[in-house]
């Protein structure tokens, strides 16, 4: 059974910067995508960054240039450093798994999903 643990989220004034982690556990095949979404109150879920195991990298419009996807030495880690941040950062954030290609940040294509963690920006 595939299962995601996110974690690194917190309360940063604006300006500042965090490190989102992602582990994945019982992935069994060698091409996927590890994405990052969020989701604010009221709002959609949306999309912000992909990994692929080809070594593809998704980001959205809004984080480019200021987050960076990255994979950790462990197979199946994924972490997201957002630096720069904004209050319009503020969601909660989620990272899930996509086993078929094409790859993106279509939320509704992620299979697997972990259980999310706040990121809070003050102005």
């Known amino acids: 059974d595939v299962q995601l643990q996110a974690s690194g989220g917190g309360l940063v004034q604006a300006g500042g910067s965090l490190r989102l982690s992602c582990a994945a556990s019982?992935?069994?095949?060698?091409?996927?995508?590890i994405g990052w979404f969020r989701q604010a109150p009221g709002k959609k879920r949306e999309g912000v960054s992909s990994?692929?195991?080809?070594?593809?990298?998704y980001y959205a419009e809004s984080v480019k240039g200021r987050f960076t996807i990255s994979s950790g030495n462990a197979k199946n880690t994924v972490f997201l450093q957002m630096n720069c941040l904004k209050p319009e950062d503020t969601a909660k954030y989620y990272c899930?798994?996509?086993?078929?290609?094409?790859?993106?940040?279509?939320?509704?294509?992620?299979?697997?999903w972990g259980q999310g963690t706040q990121v809070t920006v003050s102005s």
């Open positions: 899930a798994i996509d086993l078929w290609r094409p790859y993106g940040l279509d939320p509704t294509e992620y299979a697997y």
């Open positions: 019982g992935l069994t095949v060698d091409d996927y995508a």
């Open positions: 990994s692929v195991s080809d070594g593809s990298t």
